[in-house]
Each structure stands twice: as structure tokens, then as C-alpha cells.
């Protein structure tokens, strides 16, 4: 490997390099830094007392809950360290977005790739923060502040996979060719998750903002668990419509994040909504996206730009085409309980009861539902009907 040893790019924990390959393909070298890891355990450490001395100190810092807050960036840093780690990061969003026309993320080189070096190919754009020189090779500045929520809601709602450092200096723009305006992302060393039941609740709290329909926001927080069950619902609603009525209707240039951030704050220590720190990260790329759009197009809509994404994904999970997909994904399951439910009906029918159809009984209703036993027999063989029609139908 042909190796510049002049960094092109420096960060907090690597650095960078050009290089080429033997069979003459240009990439970029990450390497990090020696003793960095030493000198983020002592740094964690010190967050680490602060938290815990806060909790102790300041009885509201317990709903904040900053010792996990803590232990979450913990992981992420000490994950950030592990450069196969963000080697296989690189590699899953590239897959993710391996047919879109908005994003490109370069390849891993794998073979010569180890935990302290990373080997992917390089790209080639102008850094997103350069909005001139963008605009003066032809990129639309206006449908690349679009595209770029566009991509953040793709990777929360339909992945549950974001990278979560979307900083300016992460993000470029390819300038020639095809793929002229679209982003190139970089660095993956923070990248956050979400199960189903996170993107289910913040879809439903989205659309909910949208629609301002504040009384489903307080609701979907105490079903949630968020919120406590005693919550007022009505008061809840009315503090929320407070925090957020004023921001609809605006461009992203005369909202003030920072001031709405700090109002829910306030309103969440009112009806004691608790941190979840799993979205943390979530909230710190939402800021940083913020700031990417503030930045390309000062008159972008965030909400009516996020809106028409987040009602689409919403049918594909509740509406018809979501149970098709439900269907799709429990076939395999269902079609291997379907061959014994001749025979566990016929022993249901029986007067006699043995010890090995009680054994079978209790199994089932454990694979599919507490129910008494004859209705989850009933319940089974509908759905094994839905599966049949439907697997002659695809």
C-alpha cells in the first residue's frame, strides 16, 4: 500500500490518511491514536463521580437519570475506540442505502482492516459547510436541506440504525458526475439504535406535533411509561400546546431551539417525565441536523418537509400493507405450528386428558397467547388460514 504519511483529517480519537492499494484504488486510512483509550477512561471517570455525586445531591437529577446518561456515552466512546467496530457500522448503512439516490457511504476494505486501523474507500465532495462553493458547482442548496431530513428520518424510522455524529465535518456533498448533490457520509464511529417500540412511540409523538394534536402527545407519553400513569392528561396537553403552538407555521431561522429545548424541559420536571437515555443520541443528531438545515436553507420547513415521510411509514406499519408485511415476516413461524393443530384439536376434543396434551397445551399457549387453550386453538387456525391465502397470493 502507497501510504501519504501527511493526515488529511484529524479528529479527537484518529486521523486520517490518503493511500492507495496495489490494485491502485485510492482510499482513506483511519488510525488511532496511541493512549487515546487511557485518556478517555479518566476522562468517563470523572463524568462517572459527577453524576453520581449529582443524583445524591439534587433530588430532581434522579428523573434525569445522568448516571445512565453517562454509561450510554460511555459505551458509544469506548465503541468508537474499536475501529472493526465502526468498520461493520460503515459497512451496515452502506447496505442500508445501497440503492439510494440521496446518500453514498464508502466501501470497507475489510483484509486490511484491524481494530486500530480502518481501511474504506475514499470519497470525493466538498465539505457541507462550504454552501458556496456548493452552489457554485451547480447543487440545488434548497433539495439538499430537504434530502438531508429526508435521510434522517430513513435511517431512524425505517432502519432504527442513524449515525449519530452528523456534524458539518462528517457530512460532504459529491459535486460531479451522477452523483452530483448527493451526501457522502463519514466517520462511523457513534451510531445509535431503536427497537420497534421506540420508532413506534416517536412516530406516534411526530405525527401527533404535526397534527398538533397535544392531547395524543401527553397520551402516547403515559403509555409509554414516560410520563407517570396518575399524569393529567388535560393539564399535560395544555403545557405542551404552550411549548410548541409557537413554532409551527415558521422557517427554521426564527425558531429557537435551544429556548423550546429549554421550556420542555421545564414542562417535563412539572409532570415528571422521565429521560430516556437511549434517546439521547437521538436528540444530539436532531440538533446537529437542525444546524445542517439552518445552515443550507434557512427557509426549510422541518415539519411539513418530515411530515408526508412519517405518514407513510406509519401506513406501512399499521395500515393494510403492514399487516401483509406483519403476515410475511410470522409465516415461517406459523406454517411450522399449523402441521400439529389437526391433532392437538382432536386431543382438545377428547375427554381424556393426558399428562403430554397438557404438556403441549401449556406450550402452546406460551408461543402464542395466555388465552384459554380453546381459544387459542380457534385464533390459530384463522391465522393459518390468513397464511395460506396469503402465501397464494405472492
Not at 458509544?76 to 451496515?92: F, V, W
Not at 457520509?185 to 405525527?207: E, H, P, R, W
Not at 410475511?328 to 413461524?333: T, V
Request: net charge neutral; proline share 5%; aromatic share 10%.
Amino acid at each position: 500500500m502507497a501510504f501519504n504519511p501527511t493526515p488529511i483529517a484529524s479528529a479527537s480519537v484518529a486521523q486520517v490518511h490518503f493511500a492507495v492499494l496495489p490494485d491502485n484504488r485510492e482510499v482513506a486510512v483511519k488510525i488511532l491514536r496511541p493512549g487515546i483509550r487511557q485518556i478517555i477512561d479518566h476522562d468517563m471517570a470523572l463524568l462517572e463521580i459527577a453524576a453520581a455525586w449529582l443524583e445524591k445531591l439534587w433530588p430532581d437529577a434522579r428523573r434525569l437519570k445522568p448516571q445512565e446518561v453517562v454509561a450510554e456515552f460511555d459505551k458509544y466512546l469506548h465503541d468508537e475506540l474499536d475501529l472493526m467496530r465502526e468498520a461493520a457500522n460503515c459497512s451496515q448503512l452502506r447496505r442500508n442505502f445501497a440503492n439510494s439516490h440521496l446518500l453514498m457511504v464508502p466501501e470497507v476494505h475489510w483484509d486490511w482492516c484491524t481494530q486500530n486501523v480502518m481501511v474504506m474507500e475514499r470519497m470525493h465532495g466538498l465539505p457541507i459547510s462550504q454552501t458556496e462553493a456548493l452552489r457554485a458547482a451547480g447543487v440545488d442548496i434548497p433539495q439538499l436541506a430537504r434530502a438531508g431530513v429526508e435521510i434522517f428520518f430513513t435511517q431512524v424510522f425505517r432502519d432504527g440504525f442513524f449515525h449519530a455524529d452528523m456534524h458539518p465535518g462528517n457530512i460532504f456533498v459529491a459535486t460531479e458526475g451522477q452523483t452530483k448533490g448527493r451526501y457522502i457520509a463519514l466517520d462511523f464511529g457513534i451510531v445509535g439504535t431503536l427497537t420497534d417500540v421506540d420508532k413506534n412511540y416517536l412516530a406516534q409523538n411526530f405525527l401527533a406535533f404535526f397534527q398538533r394534536d397535544y392531547k395524543r402527545v401527553a397520551e402516547v407519553h403515559v403509555e409509554s411509561g414516560w410520563a407517570p400513569k396518575n399524569t393529567r392528561i388535560d393539564e399535560f396537553e395544555s403545557a405542551i400546546r404552550a411549548v410548541c403552538e409557537p413554532i409551527f407555521d415558521r422557517p427554521l431561522k426564527d425558531i429557537s431551539f435551544g429556548r423550546i429545548l429549554l421550556r420542555l424541559f421545564q414542562t417535563s420536571r412539572r409532570f415528571n417525565v422521565e429521560i430516556q437515555p437511549q434517546l439521547v443520541l437521538l436528540q444530539k443528531t436532531l440538533l446537529n441536523i437542525e444546524g445542517l438545515g439552518r445552515q443550507l436553507d434557512p427557509e426549510l420547513d422541518l415539519w411539513k418537509t418530515a411530515k408526508p415521510f412519517l405518514e407513510r411509514w406509519m401506513q406501512e406499519q399499521i395500515g393494510w400493507r403492514g399487516l401483509r408485511n406483519h403476515i410475511k415476516r410470522e409465516a415461517p413461524a406459523w406454517m411450522t405450528l399449523l402441521p400439529a393443530l389437526p391433532r392437538l384439536v382432536h386431543q382438545a376434543l377428547s375427554a381424556d386428558r393426558h399428562a403430554e396434551f397438557k404438556t403441549e397445551i401449556a406450550d402452546l399457549r406460551t408461543k402464542v397467547t395466555r388465552t384459554r387453550w380453546w381459544l387459542v386453538i380457534t385464533t390459530t387456525l384463522l391465522s393459518g388460514l390468513v397464511v395460506l391465502i396469503f402465501l397464494c397470493k405472492l
